[in-house]
């Protein structure tokens, strides 16, 4: 089994693909700082501390989104806030594992 299937909402390989092309958008929700060190091309980047802020930004994409963290443990919590407020979401786990199907 994958890192993907240990949390939460599954995001296996295929349901990362899947939402790819859907048109999902990646979520970073690391530190300022771990995002410098790198991320996934054209993601968008808020902290996790500050989702519950930006929610309306986050449903104005208007797109099914992929949490990515550096493990998968803030995405799913991320994921849990993210659906519970109407969002269609899953958890990328690790940020590499999403970035290999982003050109």
Request: one cysteine or more; charged letters at 20%.
């Amino acid at each position: 089994m994958s890192l993907f299937g240990l949390f939460n909402r599954g995001g296996s390989e295929n349901d990362v693909k899947e939402y790819l092309e859907k048109g999902a958008v990646v979520l970073d929700v690391r530190t300022l700082e771990e995002w410098n060190e790198g991320h996934v091309n054209g993601a968008k980047h808020i902290v996790l501390t500050i989702i519950p802020l930006k929610i309306e930004e986050i449903k104005a994409f208007n797109k099914p989104v992929i949490v990515v963290c550096k493990s998968g443990g803030r995405a799913g919590q991320a994921v849990q806030f993210l659906t519970k407020n109407g969002i269609d979401a899953i958890n990328g786990g690790a940020w590499q594992n999403v970035a290999q199907f982003v050109k």
